[in-house]
């Protein structure tokens, strides 16, 4: 009987599993088997081409690629200031919603989840039309105030994005971290009162530290979202293309290779080289948070 119900318990998986298998393992080991060969023009280039098997030589081009390196390391850089200011505000968002009351609360983290419920594409042309000089109100309210910027400069691109990525996230982050505050014991508020400490000592002292593995997942799946940024900077593409260019980010540069050059092993195996760079990115920040929790 006891073998049946766990059979019966695992039957509820198959959907899942089926859809693992053909939607993430099957396409990655395509990815792998595409990766290791490359097209090979006969004669003059002319004719057809061919696969032949290339071993490692698509991933030795990758590590060596100056636009893919350049695309890698811009990214990295953004997203060491964008994804702490975003976690930051998640959390005194969250904080926030923790010292009102569960009514209240609730009407507030309904009103603060509206943006991540816009699906991303939507919300970066939405801010694009408000970015812009001649339909946007931002550029006339700024000459209000004796300020004349210009949301499409080389220097405001990136801020402009960060801005878009935190308005549409914060949502999302602050419910995960709010989440984790609801399991905080109130008796030990309660205790820290009685002893004199403050609200700002309470959030600091106990709040912050009891939720650190909510701090820490919002952690990596902003890294492993901030890796894999396209649709925003392709968006931006289109109305400052002399700024945004084709090899902007990572996922810019695979898109490239694949519908516009053509080059689809190529493209593989930059996928293939950015996969293992999100899990290598993810393992040392949760490494680095691990002891930073145990030390």
Not at 90 to 110: E, M, W, Y
Not at 170 to 195: K, T
Not at 272 to 287: C, E, I, K, P
Request: positive net charge; contains cysteine.
């Amino acid at each position: 009987m006891i073998r049946s119900q766990r059979w019966k318990g695992a039957a509820f998986t198959v959907p899942f599993q089926l859809g693992f298998v053909f939607l993430y393992l099957i396409p990655i080991g395509y990815a792998l088997y595409q990766s290791l060969y490359r097209a090979q023009s006969s004669g003059l280039g002319l004719g057809g081409s061919t696969d032949t098997f290339s071993g490692l030589h698509n991933y030795q081009q990758g590590l060596t690629d100056a636009a893919f390196m350049n695309a890698v390391l811009r990214v990295v850089v953004f997203a060491c200031v964008q994804i702490p200011l975003m976690l930051l505000a998640s959390l005194l968002l969250a904080l926030f919603l923790d010292a009102l009351s569960a009514r209240a609360a609730g009407r507030f983290r309904i009103l603060l989840l509206v943006p991540y419920m816009i699906p991303g594409v939507v919300a970066a042309i939405v801010w694009i039309n408000l970015y812009s000089p001649d339909v946007g109100p931002l550029t006339p309210l700024g000459r209000v105030f004796g300020l004349s910027w210009n949301f499409f400069a080389p220097s405001m691109v990136w801020p402009s994005i960060g801005n878009l990525l935190t308005w549409h996230g914060i949502g999302y982050n602050m419910v995960i971290i709010h989440a984790a505050l609801q399991g905080v014991p109130r008796e030990l508020f309660e205790a820290a009162r009685l002893d004199g400490a403050s609200e700002t000592r309470i959030a600091t002292s106990i709040k912050i530290p009891y939720i650190r593995g909510a701090l820490v997942l919002t952690g990596m799946l902003s890294i492993i979202q901030m890796l894999q940024i396209f649709n925003e900077p392709a968006l931006f593409r289109n109305v400052t293309p002399q700024t945004v260019d084709d090899s902007f980010t990572p996922i810019m540069v695979i898109y490239n290779q694949a519908f516009n050059a053509g080059n689809y092993h190529y493209a593989a195996a930059l996928s293939v080289l950015l996969a293992l760079l999100l899990g290598l990115a993810s393992f040392l920040f949760y490494r680095l948070t691990a002891k930073e929790a145990h030390g």
